[in-house]
């Protein structure tokens, strides 16, 4: 029997639904065989250590086009980096269909950014002008690219969708095969309370949550829901800020829907209190939906622990405090209207996560990979990451669970000049990333070079759940 | 001491809340004394029957310019006729605002118009179009004039408005101190399925409940309370067609907010399978929302017992079979799409209810007065109707409760060339109206002239029930 | 015409879904006439005074005898008083069975002590010990006697009943016509939580509510609503304390069971807290349940205004704090569980309950007279109460819905030697109260004679909705 | 390195987050290695066939003393063939307390008899007499002896405990570290119902489940859940028969609770139709709770997928048709009430699971390993089983999934004459057990030998989620 490649010994592995003392031999990229393992070309000790499968960051925006012409300063090379130096080892990063022009040749660049990637990588298609051709000829033809999941917005003045809209989009998605997933807040209402509130003269970031109160996410949250329930089509909602919007989305999967959600750390760890802080400092914890208030981590834990929500994501969408927050909005003289929304947190992610509900024993370790790693491979048809067993990728970390660490902005390795996470301790750390087979991240220092990354063709993603909500009416395949 | 115009004697005098036997007497217009009455000029003999407070309609569409340039067959004097035949004293009906022009001449038109009529009556004014000049100078001159209810449409192609424009009719609301009232359907998820059914060739009638199944009534439901709950304004859905949508209703009252509702009989009687009904038939039974299937009339009345659903109205609103159902629109060859919505209902409403709730003992005689005529004078500001106490208008109804009548369109009473309740045996039977002192009806027969109701300005509605959700933010006043 | 007896003029007469300015005609008892009267013997001035339905208290315990042989300090003299003095003119209070006795000679008893009552008077018969003759024999006889409710305790050492002897009795008043009542905790855990304080050595008052957590009061509801499901028989849950145990009422009537609550003013005003005052005043305080945490109340109200809880009685149940609560318990020295349960409050419970409600706008006049008076008429079967109406008794009160009032033992007027609002400020008070036509109290004053009460034999109670839970299975008549 | 014992080859592993295509290699008895395996001195091929961790049932009657004296007719050893025949390579079983003995001697003799098992075991101790003995010593002695769990019936005449009893029992948990099991039936509405239906004539088994309707299922597991609640202790509850039930412990599990729930295959395939089947045959389905109506079907499964339900055992409760169900209840002349309850199900449970779960696409196969296995080791802290991971016992079934098998008696191989299953043709068929690394079972065939099982003991069951509820009130561990 030959050598493996790479043996990581006498750690603990974790899986969703395990822990246990293993080790593990990994031969061509590859996790060939667990528990005794024969010898190996490179020996890794991971006494001490937990076993993760690689972090799987389901949503987060790297090198994205704008509508305003502008790119993320966010590129695949800096966003690789720092999804390594965090525990991340596969991005599902987004796609921007630009009104008026087709999704290929848009998506073919995106591809052609991405090769620079050092982590694995897939794409959402982002649909902001559903027509016809979208609809029936590149929706399919994504599918068949391997690229299975679309997003919807449903607000942002250069994104949104309305009702119309989405329903093509579900319906395509239905025929295709593809999930939706949706941003949900209701566009009007934003517009109409933040014209008013810059009306009132209220301009400072700390309006930026009056602006879009609880009520306006939960509306647009139960919409998209009844709209995918019409057209029997799964959907994921994206980062679910508070629990009375997750309460809905719990009541809507006890009816059987198919029917995900997510949640990012910084509505565990984050409030509105922080748009408020002095200066313009509040800039730098701006994105929607925003935290909410300082009682609402509680609910949110609750609804991570009965499972509403499924996916711990970052939403990284990175713009730097000196330039787009600042000069490119206008500076302090800015309104929260134009500051562009979105905060980092690739890197921060996992450490968040782990030590807010690991180490704070509120989640178990299992429930820290299925939120992280195992439901955003399930979800999104990633079949060989998020598990450690044999014939999957040998994505993997090793995670020191008793290591307590100080965050601060060099630690993200982005290319965004600030944290909002800067100065919080957490505990647990990764200590190194490993992405199909080689070692990726030691010790903060990142050692993947570009092009590392491959890009993950995707399967169909599986459910067994029926729910056949009106889909006995008649041929749902007639609609377009 | 003078004696009295009028007395009713001997009956049994029912209240929301209470029956008991005694005299009326009534002068000047007005209930004068209840109990031991002295002389009166005229006597009227109650003995056997019921004397209850008049019908008030809240919802019926008489006379109304619809937006291709016709007006509803439906004239104030026919429309009278039929009300006070049902038993009915006052109604409500719509000014609808044209696009493109102010209201004021318009709801002038409306009000001459209706100074035939031989019922009290007031206005929801149709907001269809909302302007700046709207918002801020119209909507305050129809409180001012006593027009203190709006109506917005979420669905119809020529009618619906977005959520912004909803927004800014409940801000205008508030600010002025009118009710809202929404007729709740997704406009685009009807005109998406109903594209998507026409293009697969069903246009028969039957499809219509197809084309805008309860899903997409529950979705609009929500979102204007939703909304409303944004803005802090109490609002009354309109026609409620099944339990899952009374139940999110509910669900929004126990967390206390300002919030009414109403239903009509058609979604106690009538059912999606009477619009399948052979050759064109189904097309008599055509409203928005449709009735739905066989089991949904207990649902209902589950919620009406709750009180979710505090006012049954007629939803009057009829086109004529042999015209407007069938010339007009095309005849048989019409697809379901272009037979205008809305069905006859003015002198059934009473017999219906009275019929399917008090003779069938699923709600007491006290819960009929409460729902068909002091609930809408309490919600809608009719200080005078809806009661049988000293002060109050003499708008009477004498009612053989053991009467069993079989429906026909001759009964009815009004200009439209059917009744889809045609050969319905009702029991109960209203044998007199009296409005304001006067006989108005007596076994069928219309006493009145055009020209004897009269407007009713209306107060501002009371309810004591805070609800202060996010009126707390800031002076909500600043919204336009 | 003959003149009136009794004319009371210039007021503003409040029913239980109307306000009206209308004098009343009293002749024999009984309202003969409102709104325009005739000549009257006795005038009455109500200018400025609200005229309500003369309260009653469905709930209190007068004069009855206690398992330990004693006798409540309350007789029917002194408790008629403290009725009057509070504007309350008929109550049903408590014959209580003693185990090992037939019914009726104790009804008998009680019945002669009552012929000593200044207002109208009932009982709810306790029933502590369901043997064969109490079930097949004495209660069909208590209920031709015109007594249609029985009253069970699920704790208390002397008079609790456990789950058959619940069935056994509702099953007996289905069979018989009578509704149920019951008082919900769980005995075996309150025992066991008891022991367990004592063991530990507290003792004080404050512990009373850590004795019997809402909890125990929950669980006991929710099987108490299961059992008369079982039975398909109505009943009404009494002194509810919290929202967690409404809510599961609330849960149950949705379903459409025949269930009622009611609550009482230690709930909406007292606090677990008033229990730790300093010395041994936490004494005063106790009854059971207890008052639960200072944010208990705003859930109550949120309660009554839903519907949930459609009554509000006293409770009274008064022992002096002097002797029963002191010397007979053994003094400060005693135990938490060795005191008497049970607070006065029939003198204070409609201005608390208005000053709290209608003064504070929490509800309306109309429901405060609904909460305190029609209600209980209704739901008790008592025909010629809890209305302004023709042929109605002519119990009335006029109240001042502006004077202030600071509460205090001396205007209570009853025979316990505190009262637990001392000091208490309140808004609206009785000025006048009327029995059956006659001025029983004024200004504090009582004006009535022993024996001016009378019994009132009580017909069956209407409710028109059904449940039909169970019952088709088979003939539950067949049970026993 | 030297080789396996044994390699198990081109299997489908499935765990129950996970299937994967590994070779499994196993050493002294337990799973070595996953993958690529060395040398093995047994080779077994798996191909085509699933690898499943062994069946586990977690509820199963196997030589129980019944209060009666008689001793249940299924063995230790004719148990163990019929798990193995089935799949199941563990059972934990019940050591039952008989009123006026210690547990000691009476749990000695268990285990001596358990010595000839065939299968590993372990037990639940039903304490039916929580005397200060039981509550302080040999609850605390059982946990240290590594039997975590206790059993509490509310119902059965010879075993059910009241509510003081089952709090006891609770509170010596809680200072043990012990979970509480609980069967849920209220007992007085039981005896109640079945002394009605016998005086009316009503005996044959159809009258079994009118005897126990759901109300009385759902009332005592209300209660259950709030005692448990109330002492802040985890409890599971036993054999949830029907959605009513389920969604109220789904409720409590929202709140955070710490609440498990298990159902039997007898709740998803047979129906109380079964025991209206002609003759006496209705006598061989009847077991407690009863399966309910034809609906009830489809509510469990969706409460399985929600996760309310987390365990699927079989209740294994057997008696003869011909001995125990005929003769000794008095044969078809004997009432519904004497008839033992019970059905068998040791060996059919988990081939009904996987064909009316995996086979109809309700669950995956993954949820069926969570099901049947995981999730019992999880809860019952046997940290070696229910796991396929290196380190776990090499518990292991090789399942062919498309094999339709006619259930028979004689698959059973059980002492019992019948199975409720006859004649069900299911999808799905174990075809190789294996207890910690010895095959047992091959082709229906029993290799293992009396002795081959062991005696589990249990550490701590694990779980993170606290609920907190009340705990903080004061020191629980006074309570006794």
Not at 73 to 100: D, H, N, P, R, Y
Not at 104 to 126: E, K, N, W
Not at 180 to 209: F, M, S
Request: aromatic share 8%.
């Amino acid at each position: 029997m030959t050598p493996f490649d790479t043996a990581i010994r006498n750690g603990t592995v974790v899986t969703e639904s395990d822990q246990f003392r293993a080790d593990i031999g990994i031969r061509a990229g590859r996790i060939a065989a667990i528990g005794e393992i024969g010898m190996a070309g490179e020996e890794i000790d991971a006494a001490g250590l937990l076993v993760l499968p690689g972090g799987i960051d389901s949503h987060c925006h790297i090198e994205q086009q704008r509508a305003d012409g502008s790119t993320d300063e966010e590129s695949f090379t800096t966003g690789s980096a720092s999804a390594l130096a965090g525990g991340t080892t596969s991005v599902i990063t987004f796609a921007a269909q630009i009104k008026g022009q087709p999704i290929g040749p848009t998506l073919a660049a995106y591809r052609a950014s991405a090769a620079r990637a050092m982590v694995d990588y897939s794409f959402h298609q982002i649909i902001t002008d559903p027509t016809d051709a979208v609809i029936h000829e590149e929706i399919p033809a994504l599918v068949r690219a391997g690229i299975r999941s679309l997003k919807v917005f449903l607000t942002y003045d250069a994104s949104h969708v309305d009702d119309r809209g989405l329903l093509r989009v579900l319906a395509a998605a239905r025929r295709a095969g593809a999930l939706v997933t949706v941003h949900c807040e209701n566009y009007d209402a934003i517009g109409w309370r933040t014209e008013a509130l810059l009306a009132a003269g209220h301009q400072a970031p700390k309006y930026h949550p009056w602006s879009r109160p609880a009520v306006v996410e939960r509306e647009a949250t139960y919409r998209a829901i009844a709209l995918a329930e019409l057209v029997d089509q799964p959907i994921q909602i994206f980062h679910v800020s508070c629990a009375e919007v997750a309460e809905e989305i719990a009541r809507a999967q006890a009816r059987g829907l198919k029917l995900w959600a997510e949640t990012c750390p910084q509505y565990l760890v984050l409030t509105e209190g922080d748009m408020d802080r002095p200066g313009f400092e509040g800039a730098k914890f701006m994105c929607s939906p925003p935290p909410r208030g300082p009682e609402a981590a509680a609910g949110m834990w609750a609804h991570i622990r009965r499972g509403t929500l499924g996916i711990v994501s970052s939403d990284h969408s990175g713009f730097s405090y000196d330039s787009a927050r600042g000069k490119r909005a206008g500076g302090p003289q800015a309104s929260f209207r134009d500051i562009p929304n979105g905060i980092p947190g690739l890197a921060a992610r996992l450490a968040l996560l782990f030590s807010e509900g690991v180490s704070e024993r509120r989640i178990s370790a299992s429930d820290f990979v299925r939120l992280t790693s195992a439901n955003p491979a399930r979800l999104f048809g990633l079949a060989d990451k998020g598990r450690i067993a044999p014939g999957a990728d040998a994505d993997l970390v090793l995670w020191d669970p008793a290591r307590r660490v100080t965050l601060t902005n060099a630690l993200m390795r982005h290319a965004i000049d600030y944290t909002p996470y800067e100065g919080k301790v957490v505990q647990g750390w990764p200590v190194l990333t490993m992405l199909r087979g080689r070692v990726a991240m030691r010790e903060g220092e990142v050692l993947a070079q570009p092009g590392d990354g491959r890009f993950l063709p995707r399967g169909p993603y599986d459910y067994i759940r029926p729910s056949g909500v009106l889909a006995q009416d008649f041929d749902a395949s007639a609609f377009a």
